[in-house]
Nanobody, 125 residues
């Protein structure tokens, strides 16, 4: 599967953005999907994940209550709605696909086999 993230941009603190990740190829509905981010000078970190059916979601503590992950399998698209953005959310955001979906490993970068190119989110104070 190939992934293309979009929707990033410059937003003021307190604002919102909606990221999208368009998938091409077959079997999008078979993959657990995740969003990760990497801030300048920092390691890539888990943001949120969603099961193949869309019924199970997980969030990093930093995202809980502010971000919502969702997917549309018919349209092969993954979303991340980000509200109440803060400067600390500034990062390149990546979508990724995990073909295994192994329990309790939703936040592990190594579980995700396919990655999009990333989209930059900049939150100004």
């Amino acid at each position: 599967v190939q992934l293309q993230a979009s929707g990033g941009g410059l937003v003021q603190a307190g604002g919102s953005l909606r990221l999208s990740c368009a998938a091409s190829g077959r079997n999008f509905g078979d993959y657990r999907m995740g969003w990760f981010r990497q801030a300048p000078g920092k390691e890539r970190e888990f943001v949120a994940s969603i099961s193949d059916s869309g019924t199970i979601t997980h969030y990093a503590d930093s995202a809980k209550g502010r971000f919502t992950i969702s997917r549309n399998n018919a349209e092969k698209t993954l979303y991340l709605q980000m509200n109440s953005l803060i400067p600390e959310d500034t990062a390149v955001y990546y979508c990724a696909a995990d073909p295994s979906g192994r329990p309790l490993r939703f936040s592990e970068i190594s579980e995700y086999e396919y990655w999009g190119q990333g989209t930059l989110v900049t939150v100004s104070s």
